[in-house]
Nanobody, 114 residues
């Protein structure tokens, strides 16, 4: 499975960004897809949001209603709409795909600064 990420960049606090991830190659009928992130000084990757092929959604505790994950099953694409971004959201965001194996994207940088 190959994952191609898009989106990310620089935004001011309170702004919005949209991340997208498209999966291709050997896609199973059942999978979980979503985003994790690694923020500075916080060790490993933490859950941002995931969505299953039955539209079960899970968000990280820090999201607090600010982010919305959605998917286009026909295109094997997951989108993450991030609103009201804070400086603490700065980090590298990784697309994640899991069926009987797990796959990671290369990561896309999100910077939230004045």
């Amino acid at each position: 499975v190959q994952l191609v990420e898009s989106g990310g960049g620089l935004v001011q606090p309170g702004g919005s960004l949209r991340l997208s991830c498209k999966a291709s190659g050997g896609i199973s009928l059942v999978y979980v897809m979503g985003w994790y992130r690694q923020v500075p000084d916080n060790g490993g990757r933490e859950l941002v949001a995931t969505i299953t092929t039955t539209d079960v959604i899970q968000y990280g505790d820090f999201v607090n209603g600010r982010f919305i994950i959605s998917r286009d099953g026909a295109k094997n694409t997951v989108n993450l709409e991030m609103n009201n971004l804070e400086p603490g959201d700065t980090g590298v965001y990784y697309c994640h795909f899991r069926n009987w194996r797990e796959y990671w994207g290369q990561g896309t940088q999100v910077n939230v600064y004045w």
